[in-house]
């Protein structure tokens, strides 16, 4: 059984230069990817639109969830409160206890 796709936009501009990212989960894999529209890509790329992504697959999440956790919880010293935070927020399973 595969794994259901998810996908979310994490950002939009909209306007005569257009720009879409993405993440999303399919096949094994998660993906951030970009969508650019506007005269700047026609006149580099010559083309209506220009698309970029970066793939890590499944195997390599755990990899990439140390490197976010030194990026963005490195010398907070709340980090766990914010990873509990992040969990509860987005539905993701955890585990949280303490002791005393």
Known sequence: ???PEKSIELFRQDGEEFRSVRASL???EFVIDTQDMGKSVE???GDSDYEFWTIVPKEAWGQLLMALSIE???NDP???DRLRDICLTHGVPHKW????
Do not use: P, Q
């Not at 206890?97 to 005393?100: F, G, N, S």
């Open 43 to 45: 006149e580099f790329w």
């Open 72 to 74: 963005f919880l490195a």
């Open 1 to 3: 059984m595969s794994d």
């Open 97 to 100: 206890d303490r002791w005393i």
């Open 78 to 80: 709340k980090a766990t």
């Open 26 to 28: 399919r096949n094994g």
